[in-house]
């Protein structure tokens, strides 16, 4: 894999030779997938790719430009092209200027070294061991990234970083034409050897064999105690639509005009803080600005949102070290979120339900429709269980649910001790750390 190393001075020449400001990112990145379906692996990819971007300002004006082409005569032409489209812009009143001087933490280069296939076909051979073992069928994949980000401009910031995370999602089923139960289980870690096929496994088998006994649920407000992947699902969304401070400028997040106001109940603390889980994810952001800790809701309080340098000009506020690659339009965002830990067991939160639901995760989650109350609609999946009580009584079919999460978060009658750590659609070791939750009056529909 190339590495920042190789190419660094030569990009530090180029951006530090003009008039005007310039910044350079070197991002290198090494994907590997294992792939299995009805319990055979048909998939053992592994991919590698180095991108350098451009971003030049002379007089405000932003030009952006990338190429895959690291000789020296391909650099030099996507310089040019950044600056073309520069002359092109309108100055942008917001651009405050690129971050100066030397970040205020060292120089990191790659630190462990990235799996290799073999290793992530025993690991997947593992988990296909367990679930057949059980007379199940198996689904998922296994996967690693990883690589370095190199950031440099013509201020004096030089900063690199590597990344690591390695995945893991699993499904057990019992086949029975397509029409049979479903368990699910994920594992997000920055050591592959840390995976335990055998209890992930066991999760997914013990869910998919507990949904054999269907029973029948009418449509309405439930409880519902949200495990970790449903949880995590959530909060990506918020994030998405709301934690940035792109959508907090423009008056689209439900934390717009709000910051200071309790907006959900007191026992909700989430933040950000990429030293939450040593080892995974990026420590820079993508100006070359140490990630910060941000708390986002603290004890319900709406609390504060994550900037960029051109994000925090606008919002009078500093960069919070959360810029994203400056061809993403979305702005800053969590790459590293947490929701704090109550004191509830999974076991106790069941027990408390007269009458309710357990949910393993969501999937077609929308966050879109009305993001400043933050409304989401989704449907559950591969593991939906009634509780009446406080036991288990059988699995449910489907339910769509639509539902203004801070609402929903204002009802949350208890939030569970451990926490579990999965990765997210940003990638980049992007991770969600979140604990099960216990919320009041859940609104489901139907499954249609």
């Not at 998922?140 to 690589?147: A, I, L, Y």
Request: charged share 20%; hydrophobic share 40%; glycine share 12%.
């Amino acid at each position: 894999m190339i590495e920042g190393g190789e190419v660094l001075e030569q990009l530090r020449g180029l951006v530090e030779r003009g008039p005007h400001q310039a910044e350079t990112v070197f991002l290198s990145t090494r994907t590997g997938m294992t792939r299995f379906a009805a319990s055979r692996i048909h998939q053992n990819l592994e991919r590698q790719e180095a991108t350098v971007l451009f971003r030049v300002a002379p007089d405000q004006r932003i030009g952006l430009a990338h190429t895959t082409d690291l000789r020296p005569a391909g650099l030099e032409s996507c310089l040019t092209r950044a600056l073309a489209i520069a002359r092109l812009q309108k100055p942008n009143p917001w651009f405050a200027g690129l971050p100066a001087g030397p970040a205020d933490r060292p120089l990191a280069g790659p630190e462990k070294p990235i799996p290799e296939p073999a290793q992530r076909l025993e690991l997947a051979h593992g988990l296909l061991r367990e679930v057949t073992g059980a007379g199940l069928q198996a689904a998922g994949s296994f996967s690693t990234v990883g690589g370095e980000l190199v950031v440099v401009n013509s201020e004096g910031r030089l900063a690199r970083a590597p990344y690591r995370l390695a995945e893991s999602v699993l499904i057990a089923m019992d086949g029975n034409g397509g029409n049979g139960s479903s368990g699910y289980a994920a594992w997000a870690g920055h050591d592959p050897a840390d995976l335990d096929p055998e209890r992930l496994a066991a999760v997914a088998s013990q869910k998919c064999i507990a949904g054999r006994q269907v029973v029948g649920l009418d449509p309405g407000p439930v409880d519902v105690l949200l495990e970790p992947p449903a949880v995590a699902g959530l909060l990506d969304w918020l994030s998405y639509i709301g934690f940035g401070g792109k959508q907090f400028n423009e008056g689209t997040s439900f934390l717009s005009g709000r910051l200071g106001e309790q907006i959900t109940g007191s026992a909700v603390t989430i933040y950000d803080d990429h030293a939450e889980i040593p080892g995974m994810g990026l420590g820079i952001d993508f100006e070359g600005v140490p990630r910060q800790r941000v708390d986002l809701i603290r004890d319900g309080v709406a609390a504060g949102v994550v900037h960029d340098n051109l994000s925090g000009a606008r919002a009078g506020a500093a960069g919070t070290g959360h810029a994203m690659s400056p061809d993403v339009e979305w702005g800053p965002m969590p790459l590293n979120l947490a929701m704090a830990p109550g004191r509830s067991t999974r076991e106790e939160m069941i027990a408390s339900m007269d009458r309710g639901l357990v949910v393993t995760r969501f999937h077609y989650l929308n966050g879109l429709l009305d993001t400043r109350r933050a409304l989401f609609t989704g449907m559950t999946r591969d593991g939906t269980f009634l509780v009446r009580q406080g036991r288990v009584a059988g699995s449910v079919a489907n339910l769509r649910f639509t539902e203004p999460m801070l609402e929903a978060f204002s009802r949350i009658a208890a939030i569970g001790s451990e926490r579990q750590s999965l990765g997210t659609w940003a990638g980049r070791g992007a991770t969600c750390t979140v604990p099960p939750v216990l919320i009041r009056g859940f609104h489901f529909d139907n499954g249609d």
